[in-house]
T-cell receptor, first 114, second 114 residues
């Protein structure tokens, strides 16, 4: 069965410092991996995806993510955090073998401190 | 601008009442989804539809019903059989059911019990 784990409920980081939000996954076939961000009382906004190819994926707002097949991880990163990055972040996976469902992690709240 | 519109933004339900949440998209997407979001639980799939006049149950379909009579519209009815309906409901769409493209989300409807 497909699953996604976000082991940290909350991550705190000082403005200007690098940030990492962790995600690990389990799928039976090749994974399609996604990161989304959610601001209060809003829907999810797409940040970036990994389908195939280069393990380092660049996305919106300066975010990037590193795909690691051996560790089944897809951690979200940013070199220098902004206060405006404070939000709820979701990792999602889809089994490339043909299922039609996206499986979401439980979310990680990122708090960037000024 | 293309996007997904959910209405109303806030909805209150009385005991024994059915309520319908609207979801409309002008992205020309084939696939549409309904999720329920509760604090700390991530997104749980209620129903999804890959094409007009067809839909499938997700992981928590009990107490909910949907229809897909038009490509643009995928309304969700929360019936009186759903005993704990208080949650944030998100509608999403994607190009097709088996695409590797990300989902697009509406801004949600927050449902509460009176």
């Amino acid at each position: 069965a497909q699953s996604v784990a976000q082991p940290e409920d909350q991550v705190n980081v000082a403005e200007g410092n690098p940030l990492t939000v962790k995600c690990t996954y389990s799928v039976s076939g090749n994974p399609y991996l996604f990161w989304y961000v959610q601001y209060p009382n809003r829907g999810l906004q797409f940040l970036l995806k990994y389908i195939t190819g280069d393990n380092l994926v660049k996305g919106s707002y300066g975010f990037e993510a590193e795909f690691n097949k051996s560790q089944t991880s897809f951690h979200l990163k940013k070199p220098s955090a902004l206060v405006s990055d404070s939000a709820l972040y979701f990792c999602a996976v889809r089994d490339g073998a043909g299922t039609y469902k996206y499986i979401f992690g439980t979310g990680t709240r990122l708090k960037v401190l000024a | 601008d293309g996007g997904i519109t959910q209405s109303p933004k806030y909805l209150f339900r009385k005991e024994g009442q059915n309520v319908t949440l609207s979801c409309e998209q002008n992205l020309n997407h084939d696939a549409m989804y309904w999720y329920r979001q509760d604090p700390g639980q991530g997104l749980r799939l209620i129903y999804y539809s890959q094409i007009v006049n067809d839909f499938q149950k997700g992981d928590i379909a009990e107490g909910y019903s949907v229809s897909r009579e038009k490509k643009e519209s995928f309304p969700l009815t929360v019936t009186s059989a759903q005993k704990n309906p208080t949650a944030f409901y998100l509608c999403a769409s994607s190009i097709s059911g088996n695409s590797n493209q990300p989902q697009h989300f509406g801004d949600g409807t927050r449902l509460s019990i009176l």
